[in-house]
């Protein structure tokens, strides 16, 4: 009887160990497979919206990317944008020459929006991006950022990674960034590839070459890997543009870095010196001054490889007659 009820604890006993060996086997295989697919998905920069639920909280998946885009730090394709002279970048004009409102004008038009969306660094709910400490002084404003010179950042730039657009700040008469000066539209990383946090913006380039064999303009880095650029190009030439890339504007689709029109990474590369503080944060709410929009690109026009906002005098976008045609045509 006694060696009866032994081999059935035995029993007992291997089936219950197979039973835990076979979970924790499956549990393994299956973490593999997640992971491999969003490895995967990553790179050849696949969408697939079941993945954003099990997507790291700070760019891990992007860890990879940003040694490999950084490697491509001494490629002979970059050209590096030197930094202008005072006065001479463009939106430093006076109000009346930019069309930009002076500082008391967007002070008085944000006042109802920041008493709804925040000042920078606050949410809807506490007042701090979930999981972050404040950069603040006692006030619970971000303190004015200053260069070893002492000298005062004329900007501060939030990037909401969750709404993937950018509110730009300036100073009020306290020397706080509270005054809402810039929005613009962007694509941050799939799978939360772009890490948040506070950072300096450092090395400027006119053209880069990035991971993939394609091109931005008018990069500028934020931190590591992690750059401001246009949407790719598939050569250095303005018309190579990556147009299926531009039309996702406004969504995540990068593997980490911050998409823009060529119209805003070149403000951003012309406009913030080095040293400029750029917050990388996440909030349903976009911000004071709202989330833009970015035309599409109609993939059958014969511009599609021109960045419409591109300023530059070859781009057809700029003639009203093409401008004309290309709407005739979308209408018919």
Same mark, same amino acid.
């Given at each position: 009887?006694?060696?009866?009820?032994?081999?059935?604890?035995l029993?007992?006993?291997?089936?219950?160990?197979?039973?835990?060996?076979?979970?924790?086997?499956?549990a393994t295989?299956?973490? /593999?497979?997640?992971?491999?697919l969003e490895?995967?998905?990553?790179?050849?920069?696949?969408n697939?919206?079941?993945?954003?639920?099990?997507?790291?909280g700070?760019?891990?998946?992007?860890?990879?990317y940003?040694?490999?885009?950084?490697?491509?730090?001494?490629s002979?394709?970059?050209?590096?944008?030197?930094?202008?002279?005072?006065?001479e970048?463009?939106g430093?004009?006076?109000?009346?020459?930019?069309?930009?409102?002076?500082?008391?004008?967007?002070?008085?038009?944000?006042?109802?929006g920041?008493?709804?969306?925040?000042?920078p660094?606050?949410?809807?709910?506490?007042?701090?991006?979930?999981?972050?400490?404040?950069?603040?002084?006692?006030?619970?404003?971000?303190?004015?950022?200053?260069?070893?010179?002492?000298?005062?950042?004329?900007?501060?730039?939030?990037?909401n990674?969750?709404?993937? /657009?950018?509110?730009?700040?300036?100073?009020?008469?306290?020397?706080?960034?509270t005054?809402?000066?810039?929005?613009?539209? /962007?694509?941050?990383?799939?799978y939360n590839a772009?890490?948040?946090?506070?950072?300096?913006?450092?090395?400027?380039?006119?053209?880069?070459?990035?991971?993939?064999?394609?091109?931005?303009q008018?990069?500028?880095r934020?931190?590591g890997g992690?750059l401001?650029?246009?949407?790719?190009y598939?050569?250095?030439?303005?018309?190579?543009? /990556?147009?299926d890339?531009y039309?996702?504007?406004?969504?995540?689709?990068?593997?980490?870095?911050?998409r823009?029109?060529?119209?805003?990474?070149?403000?951003?590369?012309?406009?913030?010196?080095?040293g400029?503080?750029?917050?990388?944060?996440?909030?349903?709410?976009?911000g004071?001054?709202?989330k833009?929009?970015?035309?599409?690109?109609?993939?059958?026009?014969p511009?599609?490889?021109?960045?419409?906002?591109?300023?530059s005098?070859?781009?057809?976008?700029?003639?009203?007659?093409?401008?004309?045609a290309?709407?005739q045509?979308?209408?018919?």
């Amino acid at each position: 009887m006694e060696k009866q009820v032994s081999d059935k604890n035995l029993i007992r006993r291997i089936l219950e160990g197979r039973a835990v060996r076979i979970f924790v086997g499956t549990a393994t295989a299956f973490l /593999c497979v997640l992971t491999l697919l969003e490895f995967a998905a990553l790179r050849f920069e696949w969408n697939i919206p079941a993945l954003h639920a099990f997507s790291s909280g700070d760019g891990f998946w992007s860890e990879g990317y940003q040694r490999e885009e950084l490697a491509l730090d001494d490629s002979t394709e970059n050209e590096i944008l030197e930094e202008p002279e005072p006065g001479e970048a463009e939106g430093q004009q006076d109000a009346g020459e930019s069309g930009q409102p002076d500082v008391q004008q967007r002070e008085e038009s944000a006042a109802d929006g920041l008493q709804t969306a925040g000042k920078p660094g606050e949410t809807e709910e506490n007042g701090q991006p979930e999981g972050e400490e404040p950069e603040a002084g006692e006030s619970g404003q971000p303190e004015t950022e200053e260069d070893e010179e002492g000298e005062e950042f004329p900007y501060y730039i939030r990037i909401n990674r969750q709404q993937n /657009c950018i509110t730009v700040y300036t100073m009020d008469a306290a020397g706080e960034y509270t005054v809402p000066y810039k929005a613009m539209i /962007c694509s941050t990383g799939l799978y939360n590839a772009t890490p948040r946090g506070v950072y300096q913006i450092s090395t400027k380039y006119r053209w880069r070459e990035l991971y993939g064999h394609v091109y931005g303009q008018y990069a500028t880095r934020i931190h590591g890997g992690i750059l401001f650029h246009s949407v790719p190009y598939y050569r250095k030439a303005e018309d190579t543009l /990556c147009t299926d890339k531009y039309n996702k504007l406004g969504e995540q689709a990068s593997m980490g870095c911050v998409r823009l029109t060529v119209e805003d990474a070149k403000w951003i590369a012309e406009n913030c010196p080095e040293g400029t503080t750029v917050e990388i944060y996440e909030d349903a709410n976009p911000g004071p001054l709202g989330k833009p929009e970015a035309a599409k690109i109609d993939t059958g026009s014969p511009n599609k490889g021109w960045d419409p906002t591109d300023p530059s005098e070859e781009n057809p976008w700029r003639d009203p007659q093409t401008q004309e045609a290309d709407g005739q045509r979308e209408m018919n």
